[in-house]
């Protein structure tokens, strides 16, 4: 198989189908519940796959996912892909009118759906599609020893969709290709097997997430053992890192945080850690430290989008002198740093982030305009360049230092919130005159949005405005407090200053 990782484009079902058949009795994935070997995976996709084309799946259409990551769940984005369909696994911190706009932005006809999830939402809940439950995908799979017709991917043919989090309204589904995935993936494959150690990796981010590809797709390439964990926490995630000798992880910031924070964690042993990622959100030059001075094995910060555009790495055990930067651009990745008129600016001088890769999305399901927005073409050449949507510098060496987020974007738990979203909900209250949304520090998750507003005369209570806005957004946008003030603070020229917001939270000493 290493041969073919090499390859300039391959075949991903094709490799995990070789895996299963030269090792199945090898583990290949378990989620604390239930494990399946590599043969049974081999068995239980193309059971799958065959059931979903018998079913209607047509190429190039969307499978939906919606529920908490299981052994079952993962069986069922790889079905997608064997089948020629798309892998789109919904958020499930999203709305309910937010997660029936995903399902039907995706194209989707079937949908599998755990018992929890399908309980919350309702008999009512796209009733369109075809319902399965996760929980019962061995009854629905097509006989033992069904194959699924061929399916030999095209490199523009479309892999999964991976939904954008933190917006209101329906969030942009974000297409990537086989050839992306590829080019994103066998090359760490690649490394995984040349490497000579044991691929058992911990997937502790849920699998609607682009961050939880890099603990999920690779290893599966390398043949290795996925092991999945519901929900996060940190007694759990040390236990299951202890007892199954997990070599590789992904991990964001505010789980690393938790980590150093666990009273408990020099209790566990965690001496086969080879590699540990980390993605999504700011991570401290501080938490970075004390990551190398704590945990085994080597640290490598990922910076990019699930867009695509730029790919940044650092080596974090290798230039321990850089943990203040995200690092420098991978091979096959060139940034930019423009300006506010979209012009270049010298090294070392802070501005907006442009890049391009190998590993560029698609484009947003649907939204050729949104998809059009977010791209930066060169004048002078044509090229086309991804906004990063970030303010940074190039050092002398090209280590990229990011110095502020475009728009405010507050990350939480290693999701985006836009504020304006935030701010047209509170807006949409009778009682509001006007509103701003901030990001300030939050033990728990790095950042978390809080509101402002000024009320009109004889306005309900402030907690009671809040909970009516918090009950119309996703678990992961919902304001961690409001405040109600009497004159928004305001440059000479009118510009709102969210910094004098954000200083007034942080000196009234509130904790989140």
Not at 96 to 116: N, P, T, Y
Not at 322 to 334: N, Q, W
Not at 473 to 487: F, N, P, S, V, W
């Amino acid at each position: 198989m290493l041969e073919q990782l090499k390859s300039e484009f391959g075949n991903f079902p094709a490799i995990l189908g070789q895996w299963a058949a030269s090792q199945p009795d090898a583990v290949a994935l378990r989620d604390g519940q239930a494990e399946v070997s590599w043969g049974e995976l081999g068995d239980k996709v193309e059971r799958l796959a065959a059931r979903l084309v018998e079913t209607g799946l047509e190429r190039g259409q969307s499978v939906a996912i919606l529920g908490t990551s299981t052994v079952n769940y993962a069986l069922v984005f790889l079905a997608a892909v064997r089948a020629g369909g798309v892998a789109a696994p919904l958020t499930t911190s999203a709305s309910k009118e937010q997660l029936v706009g995903m399902a039907r932005d995706s194209g989707a006809r079937h949908l599998f759906i755990d018992e929890a999830k399908s309980g919350e939402l309702g008999e009512d809940f796209v009733p369109e599609l075809d319902h399965i439950a996760l929980e019962d995908i061995d009854a629905w799979m097509a006989p033992k020893g069904t194959h699924a017709p061929e399916f030999v991917p095209g490199r523009k043919d479309p892999f999964n969709i991976i939904y954008s989090s933190g917006t209101t309204g329906i969030p942009k589904g974000i297409v990537h290709s086989h050839l992306m995935r590829w080019r994103q993936f066998a090359t760490t494959g690649t490394s995984f097997l040349e490497s000579g150690m044991p691929v058992r990796s911990l997937a502790s981010t849920p699998l609607y997430s682009n961050t939880t590809m890099v603990a999920f797709l690779p290893v599966l390439l390398a043949g290795g053992t996925v092991n999945i964990m519901g929900k996060f926490n940190t007694v759990g995630w040390l236990e299951i890192a202890q007892r199954e000798q997990v070599t590789v992880t992904m991990l964001v910031p505010v789980q690393y945080q938790r980590l150093m924070a666990e009273p408990r964690f020099d209790e566990f042993d965690l001496s086969a850690l080879k590699l540990k990622y980390c993605t999504s959100a700011p991570f401290s030059a501080e938490l970075k430290a004390e990551v190398l001075r704590r945990m085994p094995g080597g640290l490598v910060e990922i910076y990019s989008m699930t867009e695509g555009g730029v790919v940044c790495l650092l080596a974090a055990h290798e230039f321990p002198d850089k943990l203040h930067t995200v690092g420098r651009p991978a091979p096959g990745s060139e940034m930019k740093v423009l300006d506010d008129e979209d012009c270049e600016v010298p090294p070392g001088t802070p501005g907006n982030l442009v890049g391009r890769s190998q590993t560029m999305m698609s484009g947003y399901q649907n939204q050729p305009e949104k998809t059009r927005e977010g791209y930066w073409t060169d004048p002078e050449t044509g090229d086309v360049w991804q906004r990063m949507g970030d303010i940074g510098r190039v050092d002398a060496e090209g280590f990229v230092e990011l110095v502020g987020r475009a728009k405010d974007m507050i990350i939480s738990g290693g999701f985006n919130i836009f504020p304006s979203d935030l701010e047209a909900e509170l807006d949409k209250e009778p009682d509001v005159l006007e509103a701003a949304v901030v990001g300030v520090p939050s033990e728990r998750w790095g950042e978390t949005p809080v509101g402002f507003v000024r009320l009109a005369e004889g306005a309900r209570d402030v907690d009671a405005i809040c909970a009516a806005v918090n009950s119309r957004l996703g678990k992961t946008q919902r304001l961690a407090a409001l405040y109600t003030i009497d004159e928004m603070p305001r440059s000479h020229i009118g510009k709102l200053l969210k910094t004098e917001l954000r200083e007034m939270v942080v000196a009234s000493s509130a904790r989140f």
